[in-house]
């Protein structure tokens, strides 16, 4: 043996005792190159360390350890790929890599470090790729090829397995073995063997351990399996695991044609089935439905119907199940009638129901689910009427705005042409209303501002009888007949201050601070102004000396009628006499325009005047005076002049009557000492009839609230007063409409629908579990209120709905569409078998049970009877029907259209008259004829088959023996599993 040789024989027998039997050369040479690769890197590494040690150059140390541990790197990785599953052309591209990066080590020892890195020539970056290059060539072949082809290509292949051989994979039935083993050397030989394949399997394992499960028990019973020979068709009786009996009917090739329909828990029960069967089988006739028809069922003692077409697909199903056939019968009728006339109701969001009740009339909401969202609280005599309710809720529901009770709300809404409000707290009384209607929106949400902005400040006020009120007049504007400087005090170097109302002011600059100016009126408690100051006061103190002044010149003040203008002789301030002459409505139309020293002297001037006004009357002021006078409008009032013939009050309206604004005037002079008042804000003013109630009073005079319910007592009402704040701060603004929808919390959340006087319309029947929850569901009534269908159910609808989520279209459904015909108790008569993926398709199978069912016979079952069925993949098979419709026995082969199942079916009658009874108790082999031989099957006890022969015999014999070689060999048989 040559050294070469022995080296060879040598490696092997290396791998083989510590690595493991090599599927081929390439794996032991791969390996002996990665451990050499191995020994050079760690060869570099000592190198490294010593070199450092012993004082050798750096420049040595770097070039002898850096080839050596890039050395062993290259060899390293084309060992690894050695041992993979490679192509030999990839074997060759990855020497070839080999190479070139072994040729970038020998540069690299050559040229470090006289041409490295910025010395000589600068060969380092030239160096680093041309080795980087090699190693890429070794790692792409044998690594990055399979993974980005993913597959393997042109370099990746499982080198060193075999094919399976086609015996194990079922693609022959014969074949030969080579047969591998060692000699007395321990060297490797072979011998060729032949190989048949003697039986397969029936059925087919999912994963392997059911597969050996399966080969294990065949391996357990086969030896004891006994023989059984089929020369003709034969029905197989056994028991099955569940302890149930069952048959099936077999060809005398041993494939079955058909089986029981149901289980039996006697043996006796299966054998009855099977004597059945032979006897009524041969001769039974075909059902045929021409159009549709309806077909009985019974299900535990429970009958239902089914309307079916000609090609036996069920169009429509009976939902309530019936004592016995005949009650099943009298249904299908029933259901045939009403189909019929039964209105289509197709729902896609919100539908309103009317319906009757023992009270009368009323209507309810239902969703497309055929759920009743809400019930009306109302009732009505007739079913229009209830209607009318209906139509006119739905398109202001549409608008509807959602408040939550128990959240303080303004609400604003329209009364004929007027807007009004009302403010309800978080008990859910009105505590608040406006006290008149308002032209616009507009102003009516500006009340409930004001009201919201000055309630929580506003004092609590009782008027006894009547009270001088002063309050801000507001910013002066120049419109109002005074100069910039009016409003302020006059200097201190003034020789005389302005005068207001017949006092004399007099200040210091020092000591005077801006103020405002203020008025005064005299109200009664309940808010009609007796008198009222015509001019602006600065300060408060001046408008109550001004309330002063105003009671002394009304208290001493004679009282002057005229009905036409009138000549007045007055003595001014600074003691000269003056005349004017006014009109019937005390406007000024003339006056002296100078001073006079006398009464004698300003009369004789304003004689003169006089004769050119004849019918003026001449009046003379000596002291206060009140002045009755009619205006244009032929509408009387009063006023009071002082001495000097300046306004100091006046009434504030006017009267039709001297005699009523006689009367106005006597009221000032009745309540002239009431009690002075400052109204800087807003109050709550309250005042007793019968009972207690309030008012909300701006200081101007308006009042922009009052309340909704009298209290018994003061005491009561002054309780109330903190609440009513409390709400009024809190409210939020609302403009309703003459629906609204509410949602309150009452062992879960609610809705419920008022009408503008907050009287209930409707509350809602399900309960929602947050008020999120509540909100989306009234969102959905709102949005499609007025869309929403009105209907009734005299006798019976057909009602649309939808499996699964609402889709946003009839094309785009999830879960597909459905009928049903529904009573008036809301009671599911029948539906639809099947979903319909389109609501158009759905109409479609409407109708066409609307014109089927009342032409559709009944079908007359003998005393038995062969029906042909289809199923969902459009196979169509046989089925053995007795006289109440029950399965007897199925075909278990399907057939493509129904003339071939009619025509199998034929054959099937032959079968069943020549059949004979097996009953299978244990395994056993069973020997059939077949077209060209003979075949065999092993069966087990539960009449399954287990295995079968792979090839037809000539003859019996030959069946035979190959049946006993199997029994023989097959308990001792191992088990290969190939990919």
């Known amino acids: 043996m040559s050294f070469t040789s022995e080296i060879n024989r040598r490696l092997y027998r290396l791998y083989e005792h510590y690595v493991g039997e090599p599927d081929s050369g390439k794996d032991v040479y791969g390996y002996w190159l990665f451990i050499l690769g191995y020994a050079i890197a760690a060869a570099a590494l000592i190198t490294f360390v010593i070199g450092y040690a012993g004082g050798v150059t750096e420049e040595a140390i770097i070039r002898i350890s850096g080839t050596a541990a890039a050395t062993s790197l290259a060899i390293c990785l084309f060992g690894i790929g050695l041992m993979l599953p490679v192509r030999k052309r990839g074997i060759q591209a990855s020497f070839v890599g080999l190479l070139v990066a072994l040729g970038g080590v020998g540069w690299f020892a050559s040229v470090y470090p006289h041409d490295w890195r910025h010395l000589g020539q600068g060969l380092d970056v030239e160096v680093i790729v041309v080795y980087t290059a090699g190693i890429a060539i070794i790692a792409g072949v044998m690594a990055l090829v399979p993974v980005l082809t993913g597959r393997k290509g042109l370099f990746v292949e499982e080198e060193g397995a075999t094919d399976d051989p086609p015996i194990l994979t079922g693609n022959a039935l014969e074949d030969a073995q080579f047969a591998v083993f060692r000699d007395e050397n321990g060297d490797w030989k072979w011998n060729v063997l032949h190989r048949e394949a003697l039986a397969t399997s029936d059925g087919s394992a999912v ?49 079955v044609v058909g089986a029981c329909s149901g289980e039996f828990a006697e043996r006796d029960g299966a054998e009855e089935s099977v004597s059945f069967l032979k006897d009524r089988g041969p001769e039974a006739d075909v059902i045929e439905i021409e159009g549709a028809a309806f077909t009985y069922t019974e299900e535990r003692d429970h009958w239902y119907w089914q309307l079916v077409d000609d090609d036996h697909t069920v169009l429509a199903t009976s939902d309530e199940s019936h004592a016995d056939q005949a009650g099943a019968e009298e249904a299908a009728r029933t259901f045939a009638e009403q189909v019929e006339q039964a209105r289509v ?24 689910t055929d759920t009743v969202m809400a019930t009306a609280t109302a009732t009505y005599d007739a079913r229009r009427d209830a209607e009318e309710a209906a139509e006119t809720l739905l398109p202001d529901l549409g608008s509807a705005p959602v408040t939550v009770a128990g959240e303080p709300t303004y609400e604003r809404y329209q009364s004929g042409e007027q807007w009004q409000w009302r403010l309800v707290d978080s008990a859910e009384r009105i505590v608040a209303r406006s006290p008149d209607g308002h032209a616009n929106h507009a102003i009516a949400s500006e009340e409930t501002d004001t009201f919201a902005e000055h309630a929580t400040d506003a004092d609590v006020v009782e008027i006894d009888g009547a009270e001088y009120e002063l309050y801000p007049a507001g910013e002066m504007s120049l419109g109002d007949g005074m100069t910039p400087d009016d409003d302020l005090p006059a200097a201190a170097d003034s020789p005389t201050a302005t005068t207001d109302g017949g006092v004399t002011l007099e200040h210091n600059d020092e000591d005077i601070e801006p103020q405002s100016p203020w008025q005064w009126r005299l109200v009664t408690e309940e808010r009609d102004v007796i008198a009222a100051s015509n ?46 002459l006014i009109d019937e409505d005390g406007n000024v139309l003339a006056d002296s325009g100078e001073e006079h020293t006398s009464r004698g002297e300003a009369a004789e001037a304003m004689m003169t005047l006089k004769e050119q006004a004849p019918d003026a009357e001449l009046l003379e002021i000596e002291t206060a005076a009140f002045e009755l006078f009619v205006n244009d409008d032929d509408e009387w009032g009063w006023r009071l002049i002082d001495e000097g013939g300046k306004l100091v009050a006046e009434d504030p309206t006017t009267h039709p009557t001297r005699s009523a604004a006689r009367e106005a005037m006597n009221r000032l002079l009745e309540h002239l000492e009431s009690d002075v008042r400052t109204m800087d804000d807003a109050i709550f003013q309250l005042s007793a009839a019968e009972d207690w109630h309030w008012r909300f009073v701006l200081p101007s005079g308006e009042t922009v609230a009052v309340d909704d319910e009298p209290h018994p007592t003061r005491d009561e009402l002054t309780e109330r007063v903190p609440e009513i704040k409390q709400a009024a701060a809190r409210a939020r603004g609302c403009t309703i409409g003459d629906a609204t929808a509410q949602l309150y919390e009452s062992s879960g959340w609610h809705w419920r629908v008022l009408d503008r006087d907050r009287e209930e319309i409707a509350d809602s029947n399900v309960s929602y579990d947050t008020r999120e929850d509540a909100r989306e569901r009234v969102a959905a009534l709102t949005d499609h209120a007025e869309s929403a269908p009105i209907f009734t159910i005299e006798d019976t609808v057909v009602r649309l709905e939808q499996d699964g989520d609402t889709a946003a279209s009839d094309d785009d459904s999830e879960g597909g569409w459905r009928w049903s015909l529904i009573s008036a108790d809301r009671e599911v008569v029948a539906g639809s078998a099947d979903t319909e993926a389109t609501k158009d398709d759905l109409y479609t199978v409407v109708e066409d049970v609307r014109q089927l069912a009342p032409m559709a016979g009944r079908v007359d079952f003998d005393v038995a009877s062969f029906e042909l069925v289809a199923d969902e993949d459009d196979r169509w098979q046989w089925r053995l029907l007795d006289a109440d419709g029950r399965g007897v026995a199925t075909g278990t082969e399907t057939y493509e259209s129904n003339d071939r199942a009619r025509e199998a079916l034929e054959n099937v009658r032959e079968l069943i008259d020549s059949a004979s009874i097996l009953e299978i108790d244990s395994v056993s082999f069973e020997l059939h004829t077949a077209e060209d031989g003979w075949v065999w099957q092993l069966i087990d006890e539960y009449g399954s088959t287990m295995a079968e022969s792979t090839q037809t015999y000539e003859s019996r014999t030959d069946a035979r023996e190959a049946m006993n070689d199997v029994k023989s060999h097959a308990p001792n048989g191992w088990i290969t599993f190939t990919e």
């Open 207 to 255: 994963t392997r351990p059911e597969a050996r499960e399966g080969i294990e028990r065949v391996k357990s019973q086969i030896s004891s399996a006994g023989l059984m020979e089929l020369t003709t068709s034969a029905f197989r009786l056994y028991e099955g695991r569940d302890g149930t009996w069952q048959w099936t009917l077999a060809r005398d090739d041993g494939s």
């Open 345 to 368: 109701l197709d729902i896609e969001h919100l539908g309103v129901e009317l319906y009757e009740r023992d009270e009368g009339w009323t209507w309810r909401f239902v969703d497309d």
């Open 535 to 580: 001019e602006r006061h600065m300060g408060t103190e001046t408008a109550k000396d001004a309330i002063q002044r105003m009671r002394e010149q009304a208290s001493e003040a004679d009282l002057i009628e005229f009905e036409n203008a009138a000549f007045q002789v007055y003595e001014a301030d600074d003691s000269e006499w003056r005349w004017r």
